[in-house]
């Protein structure tokens, strides 16, 4: 096997797989990504064998092959490298040479025919989304994936798609049982008379959190697309899937609550909001990051305590016309779910000050979010 390719090149198609290939080194082959020499390029492969990644790159091959090589070495080696071509050839027992100007590593591979296969993918059935309606999505849920949760299903997201005659709805909810996020969007009708009516995935975290990098790089319309076990994302000649996670998702619908049932609604702006919780914050009890808030009409009142520190309090402005209501928050989900909001002003609801609270922006019905309080 024999090519050359830019840096740039090889450096995106390395920088795409660090994520993917397995860390733990449980197998050897794990922690290397597959190059593919073929006539029309360089195929780059990354798995753990749960997700799965694809690329194929512009190269000048001059010799077809394939090898498999670390992955985290290799990109540190081009990430060194100056601007221009690099020489990358694959002599006897698979070592590997990589020549740049007056530079040369030679690396150890591993045979490519050892390398797990990814799943065979049909074209058909894959939903055409906007890239950047998509990522918005991933951006307000992924904040509220478990992670590493012992309830393993509440370590994924749930994807469901919903087709009607003249509508189809991406939704995604994320929930660690401490707090709650959904958003969805409206696509055009995609599916014939024969698509199914709703189909619902549960993807791994990790997986959302590389198709979210993916969709960060823009250029090129994203698709998606599930079978009974995978799922399927392609954008711009990149393939990636992923195992769906097994198991039955909590009805987060029994969750959310009703907005007529939350009779105690304060709306106040985001970014006051959010500085005035950090500065609170800071005195918060390190594990709980408990924060006091207090309403009370035409106002909020914010108070930490931390026995070995001191305390803080901090009061603003906002809309709020009922009864005087003593909750209280983990910090740092409220600023989860602030962090991903983008209007001037939100709004909190809730019934009494051990009930879940309601968070909205004033105008953005596809896009709920709710908060378990805590005693404090």
Not at 15 to 30: A, D, F, I, S, W
Not at 67 to 73: D, E, F, G, M, Q
Not at 98 to 112: A, M, N, T
Not at 137 to 149: C, Q, S, W
């Amino acid at each position: 096997m024999k090519l050359r390719i830019t840096r740039d090149e090889l450096l995106t198609a390395l920088q795409r797989v660090q994520g993917v290939v397995e860390k733990r080194n449980t197998m050897p082959q794990l922690s290397n990504i597959l190059l593919e020499a073929k006539p029309e390029g360089v195929d780059v492969t990354a798995t753990d064998l749960e997700i799965g990644m694809r690329g194929l790159y512009k190269a000048v091959v001059q010799e077809p092959g394939s090898v498999t090589l670390s992955a985290r070495k290799v990109f540190e080696i081009v990430k060194e490298l100056p601007e221009g071509e690099i020489e990358l050839a694959v002599g006897q027992n698979n070592w590997a040479t990589i020549r740049s100007g007056k530079s040369q590593f030679k690396i150890v591979g591993l045979p490519s025919s050892d390398y797990p296969a990814l799943p065979s993918i049909e074209r058909e059935g894959l939903t055409p989304l906007t890239g950047a309606g998509l990522l918005e999505l991933i951006r307000k849920t992924l904040f509220a994936v478990g992670d590493n949760d012992a309830r393993y299903i509440l370590n994924g997201l749930l994807v469901t798609l919903l087709t009607g005659e003249k509508k189809t709805t991406l939704r995604l909810v994320g929930t660690d049982g401490h707090r709650l996020a959904l958003a969805e969007q409206d696509l055009p009708a995609s599916g014939g008379k024969d698509a199914p009516k709703e189909i619902k995935a549960i993807i791994p975290k990790k997986a959302a959190f590389e198709m979210r990098r993916l969709l960060e790089e823009g250029d090129g319309e994203p698709q998606i697309g599930f079978t009974k076990n995978q799922m399927i994302f392609r954008k711009s000649g990149l393939l990636l899937t992923s195992r769906l996670m097994e198991g039955n998702y909590p009805n987060y619908q029994q969750v959310v609550p009703k907005e007529k049932e939350q009779d105690k609604k304060v709306s106040v702006g985001r970014v006051e909001f959010e500085g005035a919780l950090r500065r609170v914050a800071v005195l918060s009890r390190d594990k709980t990051n408990a924060v006091k808030l207090t309403l009370a009409p035409g106002k909020m009142a914010l108070f930490s305590s931390n026995p070995d520190f001191g305390e803080a309090t901090e009061e603003l402005s906002a809309q709020y016309k009922g009864d005087q209501l003593t909750t209280g928050f983990n910090a740092r989900y409220l600023l989860d779910v602030l962090g991903v909001m983008d209007g001037e002003a939100i709004s909190m609801q809730m019934d009494n000050p051990l009930s879940p609270c309601l968070i909205r922006e004033p105008g953005n019905a596809a896009f709920t979010c709710v908060v378990m309080p805590i005693k404090v």
